[in-house]
């Protein structure tokens, strides 16, 4: 059974700093990875997607990389700023897929908190 | 265009009523999944349909929770005999499934649910 773990729970830390969230999972045998902002009492925003054949993906000061034989990922956020306060997730893939699809197994987040 | 949409976007019920939670994916998105999510957790896997058909119901807690999605698009999520600790934020994501850039999915805000 795929389990997330997101280390840590909340992270604060002055605006400026680069800083870097971890997520690792117990099943290495992924096809992608996904990482998701959530803004207190909204859903989820996809921020990025890595496919197992990737080593990393960047999205303007956003950077996620993939070690699939370690079972780790990071997101790298570079300059943070008041407005990157959010709770990032993680999910995997995991169980049946059928047609292409298929659930996402989460992390429990990391609530990071930037402070002006 | 138009994201994932759920009503209602709040819900307040006593213990022991039906309710209806509705799902609108984005259009010609295949693949539809519900999740739930506690205070300070992911989101937990309920059901994903690939069409018409639940493709993994594996998530759903007991009997007194149900999902439809009749014509391949909009799903409705029933809860029967609510009970308090049902009490969570409902999310809805679909994806077009399939291939690896489509992969992704796309959350809706979320249905907040409150048994008293």
């Known amino acids: 059974k795929q389990e997330v773990t997101q280390i840590p729970a909340a992270l604060s830390v002055p605006e400026g700093e680069n800083l870097v969230l971890n997520c690792s999972f117990t099943d290495s045998a992924i096809y992608n990875l996904q990482w998701f902002r959530q803004d207190p009492g909204k859903g989820l925003t996809s921020l990025l997607l890595?496919?197992?054949?990737?080593r990393e993906q960047t999205s303007g000061r956003l950077n996620a990389s993939l070690d699939k034989s370690s079972g780790r990922s990071t997101l790298y956020i570079a300059a943070s700023q008041p407005g990157d306060s959010a709770t990032y997730l993680c999910?995997?893939?995991?169980?049946?897929?059928?047609?292409?699809?298929?659930?996402?197994?989460f992390g429990q987040g990391t609530r990071l908190t930037i402070n002006p | 265009g138009a994201g994932v949409s759920q009503t209602p976007s709040n819900k307040v019920t006593e213990k022991g009523k039906y309710v209806e939670l509705r799902c609108d994916p984005i259009?010609?998105?295949?693949?539809l999944y519900w999740y739930r999510q506690s205070l300070g957790q992911g989101p937990e896997f309920l059901i994903y349909f690939q069409g018409t058909g639940a493709a993994d119901d594996s998530g759903l807690p007991n009997d007194r929770f149900f999902a439809v999605r009749p014509e391949g698009s909009v799903s409705t999520l029933k809860i029967q005999r609510t009970e308090r600790g049902d009490s969570a934020v409902y999310l809805c994501?679909?994806?077009?499934?399939?291939?690896?850039?489509?992969?992704?999915?796309?959350f809706g805000p979320g249905t907040r649910l409150t048994v008293l």
């Open positions: 890595i496919q197992s054949s990737q």
């Open positions: 994501a679909s994806s077009l499934a399939g291939t690896s850039a489509k992969d992704t999915q796309y």
């Open positions: 999910a995997v893939p995991g169980g049946k897929s059928y047609q292409g699809a298929q659930k996402l197994v």
């Open positions: 259009s010609g998105h295949t693949a």
